[in-house]
Structure formats: structure tokens, C-alpha cells
């Protein structure tokens, strides 16, 4: 193909012109005529004038360029190979300087066609937000640092969110604050591109590569996705009585796998406030924050930890009482020493009650395996509690009777390791005191359990 270019000179005397072409001497006054040569890519131009004092070159000369194209698919660096729509994809040449840019279409494709021939490499850029980065990333950034998991190639660029041309536990202590909202941007930028060179001469190349957001060193995210992966759950598990400045609550788990990572986003309650967190995690590097009703907390340690039954994790200080449950959100999880997520993995804490109002009962856990719990709450004593329990065909199971229950906390515990598996009711009834402020309304309550081994 022939593209023109213009080149006006003014000439008094011989002399060479290094352009891309070859060689070709005109013996005229260029005053008077015209001349007209012909050349060769890549060779000096050499061109002879004759006399003349007011000699002037205006003369088209066509610069020859191949027919040059690259096109391919830009995509996720994720199992999926997700196509990455609507980004940019630049050509540059060996001075970092952009020769052609085109945007990525609704299946990642690109082309760029009509350039030079020459050496240059290939970038893109994108405003897609920045996301789908946990505790687990840091983990993995954490193994590869201590030699027990790799990293290579675009994963490897990733991991550099601090952009210090090498990966440790700095960039994985960077990875989990910025899970936790604790910071709001990496310096290196929020995504990460392959760079493949290409040489132009004068033919059409397929080139394919990938883009990573940082910190996403296991490429968990899917782009296209507007939700990621929730596996955990939040379970209350006991009742607490609110306290007046603050009540620190437990934060267990009956997950029975080792644990290196954990990745907790979750609303907070209405009418509960968190004040403060202790962990009682092996050191590594938990994060929390709250912001806008919401909680995030993040840890990873390459060593990690087997829970053990009824031992907090973590402790949060709550102000304030709520009867809503804790809804885990998008990217909360566990993960094993592999660097795996667990399918599902659950958080167990008390629920917070108000010292005020009407008596309070909750059944825990339920489902319920080898053991299972009644908690009640009364603000001042009752006089008699009746609790009973029924089959699914609606025959009577178990029955209790308790006199003179005291204000405050009474756990009672249920025998569900003589029952079988299936449905059952629990149905709780109380007599209240003369002193007591229960209405007629609320003096019994029941709940579905179900025993499952």
C-alpha cells in the first residue's frame, strides 16, 4: 500500500538526502524543469543538481508501507478467560510512544492495521473498576515470598502492588489493607497488563494477551460478574446481655480444617455499632475496618491454624443490641495452607439482647449435629418454665419443667444425641412473676430444629 508523504526542501547545492530509498541522480537545473527519480526502502537518496543559483526540490516523493496487522483478543488472566470489552489497546514503538489505539469490542477482539514496519510492543488500559482481591491473595503473595507456592509471569506483575520490582510480605500486608478499605489504591495502579513485542514487516500477526488487576495473584475475579463468591456464613450461637460500655463478643467457627486465610465482608446489624476488634489469631496481618454499615476484616498467615471448639478467632466489641443476623458478603471466605478456598465455611457469635423489653430465647446450633442449646433471657425472674419438644408426626419427644428461673441467662441443654435425624418443635411456655412485665401475648414461643449427622 501507498500512503503519501510531502517533503518540500530548498537546495543550492549538491548534497545527499537520507530517506527510505535508494539512489538516483538528476543532472537538470532544478529552476527550470521538473525531475522525477525512483527509489528503494531502506537505502540513502543521493541526488545531483545542476547550475543554478535559486534551485528549489518540490517534489512529491511516496513513502512506501507495508501492509501491516495485528489483531487478537485481550482477556482475563482467569480460568474463565473472560473477555476484557471496552479497553483500550495501544501500539507503541521502541521509543514507549503510541503509533495506533484501538478499543477491545463486546468479545475482547482487537485489530490494528496500516503501520510501519519496525519493532514495537503492545499495551492496554482500562477504567473497569478495581476488585475481586481478598485474604487469600495475600496468602498466596505470602507462599511465594517464603518459596512454597510459585508466581510466575503475569501473576507475578500482580503481586507487585507496591511496585518495588519484587514480591514479599510487604505487597501481601498492602493486598489485605486494601481488602479491608484501610487503603484506597495501590501506587503501581489498579490493573496489570502482558506486554508481547511484535516485529512489522508487512504481514498479519495474531497476537493474544491477558490483563490482571493487581493483587488478584489467583485470578479468582470474573470481570463480568456484578457478584463474586460468598462461602461463609454467620450464625448467632448464644445469647449475650448488652452492656453498658460495650460487649465484647466471640467470634468462633465449627469449621475443623486448617485455616490460613480468612476474608470477612458483612453488613452490620441494625442497632449494633463496632467499637474495637481483638484477634486471637497467630500473627500475621488482620485488618479490619467499618464503613458505611459495613464490616471487612482480613488475615492470612502462611503457618495458619486448626481451630479448636468454643475458641474465638477474633472478639468484637459491639455497642448497642440487634435481633438481625449477620449477612456474609461478596469475596468472604476461608482458605486452606494450599492457598484454596473452602467451599464453605461458617462464623459463629452470640447475639447480642437488650437488658429492657420482653424475655429473649434463641436455639443453637441449628441444624444441629451432636448437641444443641436453649438460651433464655429474662429481665427479671418468672416463676415456671415448661419446654417440650415434638417429632415431626407431632409426638412428644422430651418435656422439662424449671421453677423459679432467675433474671438473666439460663442455658439448657438438649439431649438431640438420643434423637434421630429429622424435623422436631421446640416449644418454650413461662409463667411470669407478679413482678414481671411479660404480656399475655409473648408467654410462649417455639422453633423448627433440625438434627442432621
Known amino acids: 500500500m501507498l500512503l503519501p508523504a510531502f517533503l518540500v526542501l530548498g537546495l ?10 535508494g539512489t538516483s541522480t538528476a543532472g537538470k537545473d532544478l529552476s527550470n524543469s521538473g525531475v522525477q527519480w525512483s527509489f528503494t526502502l531502506g537505502q540513502p537518496f543521493h541526488l545531483g543538481l545542476g547550475s543554478g543559483t535559486q534551485a528549489h526540490l518540490n517534489q512529491g516523493i511516496q513513502q512506501t508501507y507495508q501492509d501491516n496487522k495485528v489483531l487478537g483478543f485481550l482477556r482475563y488472566d482467569n480460568t474463565a478467560q473472560t ?11 521502541n521509543q514507549a510512544a503510541v503509533v495506533a489505539s484501538t478499543i477491545t469490542n463486546a468479545s475482547g477482539a482487537y485489530e490494528i492495521s496500516q503501520f510501519p514496519d519496525g519493532v514495537y510492543t503492545l499495551g492496554a488500559t482500562t ?23 510459585p508466581l510466575v509471569g503475569l501473576r507475578l506483575k500482580a503481586g507487585d502492588v507496591n511496585n518495588t520490582n519484587s514480591v514479599n510480605s510487604n505487597d501481601a500486608l498492602l493486598i489485605t489493607r486494601r481488602f479491608s478499605n484501610l487503603v484506597t489504591s495501590f501506587n503501581v495502579g489498579d490493573w496489570a497488563f502482558e506486554a508481547p513485542t511484535l516485529t512489522a514487516n508487512g504481514q498479519t500477526q495474531t497476537l493474544d494477551f491477558k490483563g490482571l488487576i493487581y493483587g488478584d495473584v489467583n485470578a479468582s475475579y470474573v470481570p463480568s460478574n456484578l457478584r463474586q463468591p460468598v462461602r461463609l456464613v454467620m450464625e448467632y450461637n448464644a445469647l449475650v446481655s448488652e452492656e453498658s460500655n460495650g460487649t465484647w463478643v466471640p467470634v468462633t467457627t465449627g469449621f475443623e480444617g486448617p485455616v490460613s486465610a480468612l476474608s470477612l465482608v ?7 455499632e463496632i467499637l474495637d476488634v481483638r484477634s486471637s489469631l497467630p500473627p500475621g496481618d488482620l485488618s479490619w475496618s467499618c464503613h458505611a454499615g459495613e464490616f471487612r476484616l482480613g488475615w492470612s498467615d502462611v503457618v495458619g491454624i486448626v481451630p479448636v471448639k468454643g475458641q474465638p478467632l477474633f472478639e468484637i466489641l459491639l455497642r448497642g443490641s440487634s435481633e438481625a443476623p449477620w449477612v456474609p458478603r461478596d469475596l468472604s ?13 461458617d462464623l459463629r457469635l452470640p447475639k447480642v439482647i ?4 420482653s424475655w429473649q430465647a434463641g436455639l443453637y446450633p441449628n441444624p444441629a449435629g451432636e448437641f444443641s442449646t436453649l438460651d433464655l433471657h429474662f429481665t427479671s425472674g418468672v416463676d415456671h418454665v415448661n419446654l417440650v419438644v415434638y417429632d415431626s408426626r407431632g409426638r412428644l419427644v422430651w418435656a422439662l419443667n424449671r421453677d423459679g428461673v432467675p433474671s438473666g441467662l439460663t442455658r439448657i441443654e438438649l439431649p438431640v444425641e ?6 422436631y418443635m421446640v416449644r418454650v ?3 411470669p412473676n407478679t413482678t414481671n412485665t411479660i404480656l399475655p401475648s409473648d408467654l410462649a414461643r417455639q422453633w423448627p430444629l433440625v438434627i442432621r449427622r
Open 127 to 149: 477504567t473497569k473498576p478495581w476488585g475481586g482481591v481478598n485474604a487469600t491473595d495475600a496468602l498466596r503473595v505470602r507462599q511465594f515470598f517464603t518459596g512454597t507456592a
Open 333 to 345: 471466605e476461608m482458605a486452606g495452607p494450599d492457598g484454596e478456598p473452602y467451599p464453605m465455611a
Open 83 to 93: 473477555a476484557l470489552t471496552n479497553c483500550q489497546v495501544r501500539l507503541l514503538n
Open 418 to 423: 438420643q434423637w434421630s435425624e429429622g424435623r
Open 354 to 357: 437488650s437488658k429492657s423489653g
Open 266 to 272: 458483612a453488613g452490620i446489624p441494625a442497632g449494633l
Open 429 to 431: 411456655g413461662v409463667v
Open 12 to 21: 543550492g547545492l549538491c548534497g545527499s538526502l537520507f530517506a527510505q530509498s
